[in-house]
Nanobody, 117 residues
């Protein structure tokens, strides 16, 4: 069974950095694309970033472009989200998700990121 487990939650001050991890199991990691999606308090899901794992091509939402970096470690079946220059607007629950047929078929449990002074 597919399982995605996020880690890296935390409370961080604006301007600081945080790295999230998502360890995958139950499928061939290199065969699928992976994304990060977030949900801010009182708001809906917002796509953040996607990586085409096999070719390491990346995509970012305009709101995080230049600040966030998505990457993978294929040997560890893990996808990362490096978040720099964090803003209060980045406060959200962050989910990693497995991409299938232009949507998401598997989700992690989510990890809380709070950016506050």
């Amino acid at each position: 069974e597919v399982q995605l487990v996020e880690s890296g939650r935390g409370l961080v001050q604006p301007g600081r950095s945080l790295r999230l991890s998502c360890k995958a199991s139950g499928f061939t990691f290199d065969d699928y694309d992976m994304s990060w999606v977030r949900q801010a308090p009182g708001k809906g899901l917002e796509w953040v970033s996607t990586i085409l794992v096999n070719v390491k091509v990346t995509y970012y939402a305009d709101s995080v472009k230049g600040r966030f970096t998505i990457s993978t470690d294929k040997a560890k079946n893990t996808v990362y989200l490096q978040m720099n220059s964090l803003k209060s607007e980045d406060t959200a629950v962050y989910f990693c998700a497995k991409v299938m047929n232009y949507g998401f078929d598997s989700w992690g449990q989510g990890t809380q990121v709070t950016v506050s002074s």
